[in-house]
C-alpha cells in the first residue's frame, strides 16, 4: 500500500496554474512529480470554487488537515 503524499501549496498552486493555461496533465505529474492526476483535478476545482487565492490555500489547508485524520 502507497504512502499518503502531502503536497506543499506551492506545488497546488503551480499545477492548477499551468493546468488553467492549457498545458497537458501527463506534463504536469511528470514536472511537479505529483503521483495522480486526479489530485490536479481537485486542487483546480477547489481553486475554481474559491473567490481568491487565499480562500485556494486555506481549502488546501483544511482538506489535508481533514484527510490526515482519516487516513488509517
Known amino acids: 500500500m502507497r504512502t499518503r503524499v502531502s503536497y506543499p501549496q506551492e506545488v497546488k498552486l503551480k499545477a492548477v496554474e499551468v493546468k488553467i493555461q492549457g498545458i497537458p496533465t501527463k506534463l504536469i505529474l511528470e514536472e511537479l512529480n ?30 489535508h488537515h481533514i484527510s490526515a485524520h482519516i487516513a488509517p
Open 34 to 63: 505529483i503521483r495522480n492526476d486526479t489530485q490536479i483535478e481537485t486542487w483546480t476545482r477547489w481553486y475554481e470554487a474559491s473567490d481568491h487565492f487565499d480562500d485556494f490555500l486555506v481549502t488546501c489547508s483544511i482538506f
